[in-house]
Nanobody
Framework: QVQLVESGGGSVQAGGSLTLSCTIG????????LAWFRQAPGKNREGVAS???????AYSDSVKGRVTISEDKTKNTLYLQLNRLKPEDTGIYYC?????????????????????WGQGTQVTVSS
């Protein structure tokens, strides 16, 4: 079992930046595919980025070039650097984990592929 706790959300103006963190607790000895999802009010949860055990990353088209996912295994922490934020980036950002060393890009289209979720952190971007 693994526990995920997000932090770092907040309110920023368009064009600003934020760094989200996700601390990973519990059974961290296994290999995980890690990802960030987000959910805007009234919309489905959508994948933002994923990273596998070998640090290979995948990004959704909506954030590609503006977002960087990374992991510090020494700190058991997953990060999401958000740059050039837009109002449409507003939503609750969730950290997710799947017990698998590989991440396939299509996992970002299917939240059900992830078995462990954090409680989320709110990101609000004003125009």
């Amino acid at each position: 079992q693994v526990q995920l706790v997000e932090s770092g959300g907040g309110s920023v103006q368009a064009g600003g930046s934020l760094t989200l963190s996700c601390t990973i607790g519990g059974d961290t000895d296994n290999w995980y595919c890690l990802a960030w999802f987000r959910q805007a009010p009234g919309k489905n949860r959508e994948g933002v980025a994923s990273i596998d055990w070998d640090a290979d990353a995948a990004y959704s088209d909506s954030v590609k070039g503006r977002v960087t996912i990374s992991e510090d295994k020494t700190k058991n922490t997953l990060y999401l650097q958000l740059n050039r934020l837009k109002p449409e980036d507003t939503g609750i950002y969730y950290c997710a984990a799947r017990l698998e060393s590989s991440c396939y890009s299509w996992y970002l289209d299917e939240p059900a592929q992830f078995h462990h979720w954090g409680q989320g952190t709110q990101v609000t971007v004003s125009s």
